[in-house]
């Protein structure tokens, strides 16, 4: 495993609440946090509207897939490994999988779809570019999971207080993974990771090791099993 940069040894949250606390220059309380994304009645009733319009199936549950990463392909798990966790879920569960990303992703994320049976394309459906912010996190809300790269979605799920299981590459799950207790990351501690590289000239070895089978196990662990999320007490001599 590479040594981290000295900025980047301790989670980013707790970073910033140490400038905080330089800023003040007194000691910052509480001692355990939790993000926070606060949904309003609008928020909800775009993402409803949404739902609605896209037929999506909520009765048997909903789980978020975050196949992309706008940052470079060094943070995305190969789209032929989301492919078979896909199949996998769809012919083992009764869930509909909503795939998240922006509209740059639209066309890399269209292969997700392409030789899907036509009896599971109802259960597999694109929120790509759909999304603002708020709409997002109203539609992560009503979801019992989401499985993601390192990638903006990841935070929002952590602040509504959705479960993640968050697939690491190049970046750092010591610095950013997705915050509060209950969320689980899979990380390969390679060599050379984390590089923070957007690219990889050796073959994406981290992300290659993360195997389809450890991802599905995983993820049917965690929806059989209910979680909450709970904040997570500062590390002695952050805040003081």
């Not at 609605?52 to 992309?68: F, H, I, R």
């Not at 997700?112 to 929120?127: A, N």
């Amino acid at each position: 495993m590479a040594p981290l940069p000295e900025s980047r040894q301790k989670h980013l949250v707790w970073e910033y609440l140490g400038l905080i606390r330089q800023g003040f220059g007194k000691p910052v309380s509480p001692k355990t946090f939790k993000l926070a994304f606060p949904l309003g009645s609008k928020s909800k009733q775009e993402a409803q509207r949404l739902l609605k319009s896209l037929k999506v199936n909520e009765k048997s549950g909903l789980v978020a897939l975050g196949p992309g990463a706008t940052y470079g392909p060094a943070k995305r798990w190969p789209l032929g490994y989301w492919k078979q966790l896909i199949t996998k879920m769809l012919e083992s569960g009764k869930e509909t999988l909503l795939v998240l990303g922006g509209p740059e992703e639209k066309e890399y994320l269209e292969e997700l779809w392409k030789g899907l049976p036509s009896h599971h394309t109802q259960r597999l459906v694109s929120l790509v570019g759909k999304t603002n912010p708020q709409a997002l996190a109203a539609v992560l809300d009503q979801c019992k999971l989401l499985i993601t790269n390192d990638t903006g979605p990841m935070h929002v799920a952590a602040a509504v207080g959705i479960p993640t299981l968050a697939l690491f590459g190049s970046t750092s799950p010591t610095w950013t993974r997705p915050f509060g207790l209950g969320h689980e990351v899979i990380y390969k501690s390679v060599e050379c990771s984390p590089c923070f590289q957007k690219t990889c000239p050796i073959g994406y070895i981290c992300l290659n090791q993360i195997t389809v089978d450890e991802v599905f196990q995983k993820t049917r662990k965690k929806l059989k099993n209910t979680v909450v999320i709970q904040g997570e007490k500062a590390p002695q001599g952050v805040l003081a």
